[in-house]
């Protein structure tokens, strides 16, 4: 039919063929082989499956992103036909941790050449087992980092000047005048002690300079010397240094079998009662239950978390009903910006792997 209406079309065109007519012909012809050859581009492109597109999933333009260089399987038609889907399947996305990869998806996909996480954090998956099955795995570094150091200073500062009590009591109909109790803590010229410096970590770092803050670090490794006075930082060989002398602890560490519980009751007794504890990282990086005792029992001051375990968190989850917690739910990386940056290396990297290219970002085991 697109053939017949084509050659229809040229021949009107042609018929007494002057200049503009010919040029016309050849447009004509270029768009016709280029929507050929998109549609053979489109049946060529390789299958990956993802979570889901719309409120629960992407956006459908973040999900275009991806729609420009794969097919693509949401998880729930996979799941009603894995048979189909499972062999052409060559990547899977992962949007906040979506779909779950476990050995029984990946035993369904025989075709698998990568798992591309849409974030930095990998502690969901299994590096090593998915390894073993030829599979790389790809993160999102570097991409992530300004949102989630924005939200680490946004809760610090919400934190410690009351903003969100402040906003209740400023839209409450029966306040009639503005109390002056709501006092907070100053951050200028506080310190800042920062647990894993790495490039979330140096972000916030460069943000708690601009507050004239103190800054101390703890890290596995050492930063360089320029690294450290570009945002006046002190490194903490022994994080109990860190723990003591700060009034704001930020933690920015990965999640790893080393990190798990490292903020546990030992590590918040050394912190100064009037200290508050801001989580960026992972909410197993702090022991949950020592840190309801700790807020209840006044050893520290407050805690501004936007990483709990689980997440969300049970609704009758102690940590919901103390006054001196703020939560956000794990939107570190929520703005647009950085969202479409994360699908779009996600993708970059997909692509690659599949094509049995290096990965940018390929996630190696320790
Ligand atoms: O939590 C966010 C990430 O891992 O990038």
Known sequence: MTCLLYVRCVRRLWAPAPGYRLLKVANLHRSVHQLLHRKVMAEDKP?????????????????????????????????????????????????????????????????????????????????????????KVTNTPGVVSNATADIGMALLLASARKVVEGHHIAVDPKTTHLPQCLMGDEVSESTLGIIGMGDIGYKIAQRGKGFDMKILYHNRNRRSVEDEQAVG???????????????????????????????????????????????????????????????????????????TYPEPLPRDHPLLGLPNVLITPHVGTNTYTTTSKIVQQMVDNAVAAVKGLPAPNEVKPK
């Not at 941790?97 to 990568?114: D, R």
């Not at 546990?264 to 050394?270: E, R, Y």
Request: with cysteine; net charge negative; hydrophobic share 45%.
């Open 233 to 307: 930082a002190t490194f903490c060989k022994n994080m109990d240094d860190l723990l003591k002398e700060s009034d704001f602890v930020m933690l920015a560490v990965n999640l790893t079998p080393e990190t798990t519980g490292l903020i546990s009751h030992q590590q918040l007794s050394l912190m100064k009662p009037t200290a508050t504890l801001v989580n960026v990282s992972r909410g197993r990086v702090v022991d949950q239950d020592a840190l309801v005792k700790a807020l209840q029992s006044g050893t520290i001051r407050a805690a501004a978390l936007d990483v």
């Open 47 to 135: 299958w990956a499956l993802i979570s889901e597109v719309g409120e629960q999933g992407y956006f459908e333009d973040l999900a275009d992103i991806i729609k420009r260089n794969f097919n693509v399987v949401c998880l729930k038609d996979f799941q009603q036909n894995p048979q189909l889907h499972g062999p052409k399947i060559q990547a899977v996305l992962l949007w906040n941790s979506f779909p779950t990869v476990e050995p029984s998806l990946l035993s369904l996909l025989p075709s698998l050449k990568v798992v591309a996480n849409g974030g930095v954090g990998i502690d969901h998956l299994d590096v090593p087992y998915i390894n073993s099955l030829g599979v």
